[in-house]
């Protein structure tokens, strides 16, 4: 008896891999694994539901700690890519790092996933599962289904499919944003309706305005407005916040890893917000110099996160860099949520690179430095560039001379 361990969401792709697997690999078994990375409740209802209705083994394993824990990590190294705050992209390794432990603990002889030959997510999940001795199946990719081709082969087969769109949109959930893709908005001339965003209201009519005050220890989000939160509540709450302002919208033409670019629909309030109060608190402890390279070590994280691989060596040596510089990064920062933005307001740390006399205008002398002490500074400031313009100049008067003559 052969069995495959299927990444399972309940959605179009997995529901007819299920099929796919007996029929087409000629599996005996298929273990469904949905992993809880802070999905709604009801896709799991409809992962439940379709599972049963297809007699498919279902496991669900909770992994919203890890996955909360992971999306700090980032906050940490300020990670964006391309302005997406990697929500789908931080999610894959912990979900195939659930799947491949269900997997070997129930004695698999394969790993499945539903993602097409063209996206990123079948490089995240076989980065980790190719580890494994287990073979790799990915269906879709290897059939080389369409979406189309799904729907009607659901259609045909009675298979259950996502109730929410009808399979419109392809949508990815989870704590950290809300993706939306395919469909209408493969034309990225199209503008989305209002109908394509579940998580935030519209910032137009979002009038209101709201400050919230986040506290931070070495970097982490650690409270909300004076309480102390674990990382899965502070997401949430700070999701539901911030999304009532129309916080954390990005419409964008994202490059993936193919090459192929995409145009991506994403919502994520509780990371915009998080990830602008972290930036603003790091101004106020952190050097020009460290902010300056921290820049660059923090673009390299985001790299290998979009990338799926954050088990690469570079990673640690880049969060050993990061970790250095966060241990100052301790205090608290005040959002202001007003009509679609997360604007910092106020900052406040112990370990503030910052002296209020040295900076003010109101005060003669700080510690032995006074404002005539700048004199020289100023002398010398640009006398390189002065000296290379002068020369330049020098030699192009000699040469408009020698133009005369001719
Ligand atoms: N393009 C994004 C990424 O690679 C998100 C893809 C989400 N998938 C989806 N079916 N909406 O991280």
Partial sequence: MTSVALAFSGGLDTTVCVSLLKEEYGYDEVVGVTVDVGQPESEFAEARETAEAHGLDLHVVDAKAEFADLC?????????????????????????????????????????????????????????????????????????????????????????????????????????????????????????????????????TATETELVEIGFEDGYPVALDGEELDPVELIRRLNDRAGAHGVGRTDMMEDRMLGLKVRENYEHPAATTLLAAHESLEGLVLTKDERDFKRRVDDEWAQKGYEGLVDHPLVDALEGFVAETQARVTGTVTIKFEGGRARPVARESEYAAYSEDAASFNTEDVGGITQKDATGVAKYHGFQGRLANAARDAVEGREDDEGDWE
């Avoid at 030959?117 to 073979?135: I, P, T």
């Avoid at 289904?145 to 109730?163: C, F, G, H, I, K």
């Fill in 72 to 204: 700090f990590e980032s906050v940490r190294a300020n990670a964006t890519y391309q302005g997406y705050p990697l929500g789908t992209a931080l999610a894959r390794p912990v979900i195939a790092e659930a799947i491949l432990e269900v997997a070997e603990t129930e004695g698999c002889d394969a790993l499945a996933h539903g993602c097409t030959g063209k996206g990123n997510d079948q490089l995240r999940f076989e980065a980790v599962w190719r580890r494994s001795d287990l073979e790799v199946v990915a269906p879709v990719r290897e059939l080389e289904l369409t979406r189309e081709w799904e729907m009607a082969y659901a259609e045909d087969n009675d298979l259950p499919v996502q109730s929410g769109n009808d399979g419109v949109w392809s949508i990815d959930t989870n704590l950290w944003s809300r993706s939306v893709e395919g469909g209408d908005l493969e034309d990225p001339g199209h503008v989305p309706g209002e109908e394509i965003y579940e998580w935030t209201t519209d910032p137009a």
